[in-house]
Structures are given as C-alpha cells and as structure tokens.
C-alpha cells in the first residue's frame, strides 16, 4: 500500500511538473494546473478585466474598470518565484492541498484618468443624489412646549481626498470590492444627538 502511495505521488509530480498544482492561486488569480505561460495569460486576462466594485450608502454601487484607468501590473518575477516554491523540495504535498501565493503584483495605472473617472461618477457628481451631512440640533416643540433633538443626517457626500486615497490603496491589492462605509470616507455632521453640546442646548429649553 505504501509503494503504491508513493508510485502515486509520483507520477502526479511527474504530471505537473511543468505545471501548478491544482487548487493553486496566485495573488488571488487561479492558476490552477496552467504551465508559467498560460498562468502568464491568466494574470494579463485578469488585468484587461478587472473590475473594481464601490460600494456606499443608500445602496449606492459604483463599477471602475481597470481598462479606463489603464490598470496594469508588473508580476512576472512573483509569478516565476511562486512557480519554484510550487516544485520545491518537499512541495508535492501541495498536490492535495493547493496553496493561495498572497503577492503583491507592483500595480500601475493612469491617475489622471482614475481622478477623472471617479469625479464623474454619481458618488461624486451625483448632483440632486448628494447629500451633505447635517448636524443634530434643537429645536422648539409647540405641542410639548419644550425643546427636542433633531437627530443628525449622515448624508451621503464624500470627502474626495479620502475616497481617492481609498480607491488607490484597493486598486494597489487589485481587490475586486469595497465597501466605502468601511473607509471612513464619508464627510461627517460637526454634531450628533449624543453629544454634550446638544445636551445643554436641550436644557436652555427645558
């Protein structure tokens, strides 16, 4: 049973000896089972079609593709180093496994058209859609005769700076999603209902 194992193992190195295993990524590209040439396509492929989805609120959506920022990437000395760790020494375990190479390809692309693209976008230039952040506050009541909070508005107006930046880092990751309620990038009210500048206001009416 042993020598049959092993004669197993084998003739599957022998099999993928020009190739990567099977469930095997590269940088989050699969490349499984392809020759350094076809996973060599595979990125380019992926490069030409990659698509960034922005998500924000209100249930906002936001596709930027990398061809109309001209999105490319320098990867093939990553590729050819994750190709000799799949063939190493003791590495034909990974013939089950797979493995997911987490590399960082040296990402480019043309600024002025990601700024031009992303202020043309509804998120930016959404006119009517837009909505700045309004602060909590207190006004008087006529049927309680007495003060009440006006809870804030979050709104949904960004602060630019912050959105491109957060745009930049998920591009340099090649990610394909991002939700911008997680990137703080959003501009904020001065005041919220809780704080203590309401608070005393509330008093001077009660």
Request: one cysteine or more.
């Given at each position: 049973?042993?020598?049959?194992?092993?004669?197993?193992?084998?003739?599957?190195?022998?099999?993928y000896s020009n190739?990567?295993?099977?469930?095997?990524?590269?940088?989050?590209?699969?490349?499984?089972?392809?020759?350094?040439?076809?996973?060599?396509?595979?990125?380019?492929?992926?490069?030409?079609?990659?698509?960034?989805?922005?998500k924000g609120r209100?249930?906002?959506?936001?596709?930027?593709?990398?061809?109309?920022?001209?999105?490319?990437?320098?990867?093939?000395?990553?590729?050819?180093?994750?190709?000799?760790?799949?063939?190493?020494?003791?590495?034909?375990?990974?013939?089950?496994?797979?493995?997911?190479?987490?590399?960082?390809?040296?990402?480019?692309?043309?600024?002025?058209?990601?700024v031009q693209n992303?202020?043309?976008?509804?998120?930016?230039?959404?006119?009517?859609?837009?909505?700045?952040?309004?602060?909590?506050?207190?006004?008087?009541?006529?049927?309680?005769?007495?003060?009440?909070?006006?809870?804030?508005?979050?709104?949904?107006?960004?602060?630019?700076?912050?959105?491109?930046?957060?745009?930049?880092?998920?591009?340099?990751?090649?990610?394909?999603?991002?939700?911008?309620?997680?990137?703080?990038?959003?501009?904020?009210?001065?005041?919220?209902?809780?704080?203590?500048?309401?608070?005393?206001?509330?008093?001077?009416?009660?």
């Open positions: 049973v042993v020598i049959a194992i092993f004669m197993l193992i084998f003739i599957i190195t022998i099999l190739k990567f295993y099977p469930n095997t990524t590269v940088g989050g590209i699969d490349v499984s089972g392809m020759t350094l040439t076809e996973a060599r396509e595979a990125v380019e492929t992926d490069l030409k079609n990659h698509v960034l989805v922005i209100n249930n906002a959506k936001y596709e930027l593709k990398g061809k109309d920022i001209d999105l490319s990437a320098k990867y093939e000395d990553q590729l050819e180093s994750c190709f000799k760790k799949t063939h190493g020494f003791f590495s034909f375990y990974k013939i089950m496994t797979g493995e997911d190479f987490d590399v960082a390809f040296d990402v480019s692309y043309n600024k002025d058209l990601l992303l202020s043309q976008s509804f998120l930016v230039a959404g006119g009517d859609q837009i909505e700045a952040p309004r602060s909590a506050y207190v006004e008087y009541d006529k049927k309680t005769k007495s003060g009440k909070i006006v809870k804030e508005n979050l709104g949904n107006q960004l602060d630019v700076e912050k959105f491109y930046t957060y745009v930049e880092k998920a591009l340099s990751t090649l990610s394909t999603k991002i939700n911008l309620e997680s990137g703080d990038v959003y501009l904020k009210p001065q005041f919220y209902s809780k704080d203590e500048v309401i608070a005393n206001e509330l008093k001077t009416y009660n």
